[in-house]
């Protein structure tokens, strides 16, 4: 699938570079430092279901990654970063149904408006930008393979729903008794699974499961949805999870370094992705580390296109608000804690882009009686602590506060802009001069 275009990153011109990446798993709840092999590190991030436009959510979700994306270039690493769209899906389906469109139209007009959204934000793009439609095919050899390796199973389709031509009258579903690393991602119990397992697309009082939670590999062809050549499956489509289990394998390959998205997928998205792309791969572990965005809310509520409560980037750049000023308003909050949207931070946020603008405007190292090596050394500085707070965790926070520090010497004439500018484009993905806007 077409991706998006990003100014190219620039090299921070300082001896120094930034140190290895530590982060949050959230399958072992402690810091991990991810370990790429041969200098390349692999990132899966999960992309949207486009049915509706861009919220701040989902924007914090991918600019929190586009910062792992960014320390790991500023380590040396190459970076090798995929992302899904679920461009076909339930969601997708009952909102087109809604509001009486096809459902491809909805689909591709959603995808264009995100990848106008991420291009105005700055997000580097993925190496690979995959439809799930696009993986029906790798979908259909994994099931496949899981049923010829009898982890999964069978499930007749009921009595009063009729199936296409070509279709089996039966569904697949994963077998999670064969499955040991269950519940490894999330470390939740049954009852916390349980709490919100239907909520999120999960089918628990399907008839003919062995377990409750089990997941849907393959649904056989229902008249009225989509379906697909499945080979011996039938007719039908893929479950959700498979899609990212097999799009992050066929492009990344086992134990990849980062798995990411918000953490409303932490179960059972990211537990059924990772225990079904375990079962692909032999036992060999889907990712090394996973990694979650806290929920941004409005109103005290999670923000969210089933709710309605949205705040479109598309819609505040309608409005004129500078996509950069977003981009601070979003690295603003760390990435493990939620927050709400606030016209406030907005306002906070593009009081910051003016005044980092206006330092950035300041011609040279500036020698307001300081002297030229000690306005370089305060850039330098300013860089070793935005490197510091980004490889800790992402704390994108208090870069920002390191940054702000930064303009106040500049505006008070004790140091010029320096290499600082740069550093912020190629680090924090925010543009200050005219030319990488
Ligand atoms: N297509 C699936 C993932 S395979 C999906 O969850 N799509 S989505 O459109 O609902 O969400 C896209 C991404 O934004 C996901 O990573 C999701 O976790 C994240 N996200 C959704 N709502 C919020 C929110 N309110 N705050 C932060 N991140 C969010
Ligand atoms: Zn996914």
Known sequence: MKTWTADPVPTVPTAGRGGPLVVHDTASDGPVTPTPVDGRARMYVCG????????????????????VNRVWRDAGLDVLYV????????????????????????AAREIDLFRQDMEALRVLPPDHYVGAVEGIPDDVTAVGALLADGVAYCVPVPGGEETVPGA????????????????????????????????????????????????????????????????SLGRGRPGWHIECSTIAQRYLGPGFDVQGGGDDLVFPHHEMSAVEGTALQGGAPFAQAYVHQAMVGLDGEKMSKSKGNLVLVSRLRAQGVDPMALRLVLLDHHYRRAWEWTEDGLRRAQERLVRWRRAAAVDGDGDGGAGRERAQEIGVRVVEEVRRHLADDLDAPAALRAVDRWA???????????????????????????SAA
């Open 48 to 67: 949207i279901t486009p049915y509706d436009a861009t919220h701040m959510g989902h924007a914090a979700t991918y600019v929190t990654f586009d910062l």
């Open 83 to 106: 992302q899904n769209v679920t461009d076909v899906d339930e969601p997708l389906l009952e909102r087109a149904a809604r509001d009486e469109v096809h459902w491809e139209d909805l």
């Open 408 to 434: 106040t010497s500049v505006l008070e004439g004790r140091a010029g802009a320096g290499l600082v500018p740069v550093a912020v484009d190629a680090l924090l993905g925010v543009a200050l001069t005219e």
């Open 168 to 231: 089996e009258r039966s569904d697949v579903y994963l077998d999670l008794s064969t499955q040991p690393t269950f519940g490894s991602v999330s470390g939740w119990t049954r009852d916390q699974m349980m709490e919100v397992f239907a909520d999120r697309g999960g089918d628990p009082d399907r008839e003919g499961k062995r377990d409750p939670f089990d997941p849907l590999l393959w649904r056989a062809g229902r008249v009225g949805e989509p379906h697909w050549e499945g080979g």
